[in-house]
Nanobody, 127 residues
Framework: QVQVVESGGGLVQAGGSLRLRCTFS????????MGWFRQAPGKEREGVSC????????VYADSVKGRFTISRDNAKNTLYLQMNSLKPEDTAMYYC????????????????????WGQGTQVTVSS
């Protein structure tokens, strides 16, 4: 049974930083691409970033390029999202997910290509 545990969200002022963490168990973590998604109230879920199975290739949404960094530690079955220069518009519930593929789509989706999801962690950025 696959289990996913997310952590690292919180309340931060604009310009601040947070690091999200997601630990997977029960699947072969190093065989799959991993992604981060977010959903703000009243909005659709959107792809934030994806990292392929070996971590040598990443994809970012335009809205977070240059501010967010996705990484993974395959030895620890853990996925990270370092978020810097946070803006109020980054406020959302953030979800990690394991893809059904080893590679990332340039469009970061569709979300239904990701099979296993974390429970979500809230990120709130105050102005």
């Amino acid at each position: 049974q696959v289990q996913v545990v997310e952590s690292g969200g919180g309340l931060v002022q604009a310009g601040g930083s947070l690091r999200l963490r997601c630990t997977f168990s029960g699947l072969r973590f190093d065989a799959y691409a991993m992604g981060w998604f977010r959903q703000a109230p009243g909005k659709e879920r959107e792809g934030v970033s994806c990292i392929k199975w070996r971590g040598s290739s990443t994809v970012y949404a335009d809205s977070v390029k240059g501010r967010f960094t996705i990484s993974r530690d395959n030895a620890k079955n853990t996925l990270y999202l370092q978020m810097n220069s946070l803006k109020p518009e980054d406020t959302a519930m953030y979800y990690c997910a394991a893809s059904q593929s080893a590679y990332c789509s340039a469009s970061l989706g569709p979300a239904d290509t990701f099979a296993y999801w974390g429970q979500g962690t809230q990120v709130t950025v105050s102005s």
